[in-house]
């Protein structure tokens, strides 16, 4: 029903940056909040930053000044802008969205991207 799409991920120095893309795409009413999560090798996955429909940001304490969340909403999208990569950010970053659908009646529904390898050598 609701598919979505990431990309951006790579290799990079400490000190480089990325730019990670998330759209969504299927039969969408609208979506409500859009977050990004991430998985460090043998961590448990955890929230980075969210960005809710009116806009409004919320980001993890190890990330804040360093990455930025913003979205378009005319193309269903989300981005991580990431600067400053440490070492730490290594791990597998994923796309998640709760979506009202353009004919369901079940509410807010959760979905979650494919996850996209972010690399980051010292």
């Known amino acids: 029903q609701v598919q979505l799409v990431e990309s951006g991920g790579g290799l990079v120095q400490a000190g480089g940056s990325l730019r990670l893309s998330c759209a969504a795409s299927?039969?969408?009413?609208?979506?409500?909040?859009m977050d990004w999560y991430r998985q460090p090798p043998g961590r448990q996955r955890e929230l980075v930053a969210k960005i809710t429909s009116d806009g409004s940001t919320n980001y993890s304490d190890s990330v804040k000044g360093r990455f930025t969340i913003s979205r378009d909403n005319t193309k269903n999208t989300v981005y991580l802008q990431m600067n400053s990569l440490k070492p730490a950010d290594t791990a597998l970053y994923y796309c998640?969205?709760?979506?009202?659908?353009?004919?369901?009646?079940?509410?807010?529904?959760?979905?979650w991207g494919q996850g996209t390898q972010v690399t980051v050598s010292s």
């Open positions: 998640h969205a709760t979506v009202l659908l353009l004919y369901g009646s079940q509410g807010l529904l959760n979905y």
């Open positions: 299927g039969s969408i009413f609208s979506i409500n909040d």
